[in-house]
Nanobody, 121 residues
Framework: QVQVVESGGGLVQPGGSLRLSCAAS????????MAWFRQAPGKDREFVAR????????DYGDSVKGRFTISRDDAKSTVYLQMNDLKPEDTAVYYC??????????????WGQGTQVTVSS
């Protein structure tokens, strides 16, 4: 079993910043990626950012490029999402996802419970 726990959400004014954290724990053999998605009310889940573990590379959804930064702490199996210049349209529940394996033959694709981010004046 792999557990994924997000933290750091909250209420922020437009133009403000927040930093989300996502920690994975359990029997993790190999991580392919840790990623952030978000879902606003009435909308589909949207890709935000991901960290490709072996490549040590990142990519971002078009709507957050230049404003959000994903980083990691490899030793802690944790990723962070620094969100700057937040806009009301960034309001959503932010979910963390981990893909990888728990053994050489068993894959894992786990989600956290989500953390609410609200951008409002």
């Amino acid at each position: 079993q792999v557990q994924v726990v997000e933290s750091g959400g909250g209420l922020v004014q437009p133009g403000g910043s927040l930093r989300l954290s996502c920690a994975a724990s359990g029997n993790i053999f190999h991580i392919v990626h840790m990623a952030w998605f978000r879902q606003a009310p009435g909308k589909d889940r949207e890709f935000v950012a991901r960290f490709l573990w072996s490549d040590v590379s990142v990519d971002y959804g078009d709507s957050v490029k230049g404003r959000f930064t994903i980083s990691r702490d490899d030793a802690k199996s944790t990723v962070y999402l620094q969100m700057n210049d937040l806009k009301p349209e960034d309001t959503a529940v932010y979910y963390c996802n981990i893909r990888g394996s728990i053994t050489r033959f068993e894959s894992v694709d786990s989600w956290g419970q989500g953390t609410q981010v609200t951008v409002s004046s």
